[in-house]
């Protein structure tokens, strides 16, 4: 299904969704509708890197992301997907959402997704319970469209 999400330049007033778990189950249940991707291109994203030295010191530096490191992390994304029970997405893209209407802006999505998360009991984490809870709270959000 991740194919018929459709492929251009992210629209006016759409946000960015998060390079983590939750950002990919955000586009899965949103659906292809509400939802495109844009071919990511040369990164050049800067990453804080920290060294600890045994004795309690450390040091930090930035420096430009890897494409390895960027592997992994579509590879974490990809194993989130999995235990949650959803397929792998394509790799090398940026995702973009357009809000649901009554959601005014990026921060207010992410926090109706989060107190979905909280009602959820914390005892026994199960990925494929928060995917679907998660689901639950962006597809009730998309279906108040008009």
């Known amino acids: 299904m991740w194919e018929s999400y459709p492929i251009g330049t992210r629209p006016s007033g759409w946000i960015e969704l998060t390079e983590n778990g939750w950002g990919a189950i955000a586009s ?4 292809p509708e509400n939802v495109m ?7 050049t994203d800067l990453v804080r890197v920290t060294c600890e030295k045994p004795e309690g010191t450390s040091t930090s530096w930035t420096e ?3 494409e390895a490191e960027i592997e992994e992390i579509e590879d974490d994304i990809d194993g989130y997907l999995a235990d949650s029970g959803l397929p792998s997405r394509p ?9 649901p209407s009554g959601i005014k802006d990026e ?8 107190e979905a998360a909280f009602k959820m009991p914390h005892t026994n984490w199960d990925p494929k319970r928060e995917a ?5 709270s962006i597809t009730g959000l998309f279906s108040q469209m008009p």
Not at 28 to 31: L, Q, R, S, T, V
Not at 37 to 43: L, S
Not at 132 to 136: A, F, M
Request: aromatic letters at 20%.
């Open 64 to 66: 430009t992301i890897t």
């Open 132 to 136: 679907s809870n998660l689901g639950e």
């Open 28 to 31: 899965w249940f949103a659906g």
């Open 107 to 114: 921060s207010d999505f992410w926090s109706r997704l989060n």
């Open 91 to 99: 790799h090398g893209y940026r995702w973009f959402l357009r809000l």
């Open 37 to 43: 991707r844009e071919p990511m291109g040369k990164r």
